[in-house]
């Protein structure tokens, strides 16, 4: 615990701080909460890089000492969103997930069981389109649709918007944000989607991230069981190295 203390007096004489420092914070030692929605909202941003072009993460800093924020992208899926989750739980972690609007229209029980949980739900469009390559009209479409849905199972709106296949530009990042979102992309990208085998995901994950990474995982899209199966050590591993997982919240 720091506090600080300053007296100024009018005629400019003195200026006297004084600072204390409590023996926790001497060292370094204390828990770290999660923050809430709004307390994640109301932090300073930090950019976390990207793989996608000039554009960067303006992901929430809590304040931890290590942190990383673990996303999904594609679902929800019958099969592995739910697999996933019971991972999460068992592991007490928070994640984002951005899903398919058509997809939570199929599984809407899958993203009310994530939000129920504690993660984040956020936009992923509803058919995952090229976003550079669509006009005004489709793209509020893609966007809108999957409000309507994510809200009816959440009960509240997405602020994060990330662009299929991370396409994004200028004009993307300006109707994004016309339509009140932030462009969120990530930094750490095992490409599980190829399926390279659980432990080259999990290998590619644990080599590259650092505090503040954003990695890319897909719950849906196709077969994902060896995601799944790279999950467990992903969490361990993070965990055993000090890092706190948090969930993306735009402003």
């Avoid at 649709?145 to 990330?162: E, I, K, N, S, W």
Wanted: overall charge positive; aromatic content about 8%; some cysteine.
């Amino acid at each position: 615990m720091v506090r600080v203390l300053r007296l100024h007096a009018r005629s400019g004489q003195f200026t006297a701080t004084t600072l204390a420092v409590g023996l926790i914070a001497s060292l370094g030692l204390g828990a770290f909460a999660a923050p809430s929605r709004d307390a994640a909202a109301a932090a300073p941003a930090r950019d976390a890089g990207t793989t996608e072009g000039q554009v960067t993460v303006a992901a929430e800093a809590p304040q931890a000492r290590k942190w990383v924020y673990l996303t999904f992208d594609d679902g929800p899926s019958a099969k592995y969103t739910a697999q996933v989750l019971k991972i999460l739980q068992t592991y007490k972690v928070r994640a984002t997930f951005f899903v398919i609007g058509q997809n939570v229209k199929r599984y809407p029980a899958l993203t009310r069981r994530a939000d129920q949980r504690g993660h984040s739900v956020q936009s992923h469009t509803w058919s995952h389109p090229n976003l550079t390559k669509v006009n005004w009209s489709t793209f509020k479409y893609q966007i809108t649709a999957t409000d309507r849905l994510v809200r009816a199972q959440t009960g509240y709106t997405p602020r994060c918007l990330r662009p299929p296949y991370g396409a994004t530009n200028r004009l993307v990042s300006r109707r994004a944000a016309t339509l009140g979102k932030q462009i969120k992309l990530w930094s750490v990208d095992p490409r599980d989607w190829t399926r390279p085998g659980k432990a080259v995901i999990a290998r590619r994950v644990l080599a590259n991230v650092r505090s503040g990474s954003v990695i890319l995982l897909h719950d849906g899209g196709g077969n994902r069981s060896q995601t799944v199966a790279a999950l467990p050590t992903i969490l361990k591993t993070l965990k055993a190295r000090g890092y706190v997982f948090y969930p993306l919240w735009c402003r």
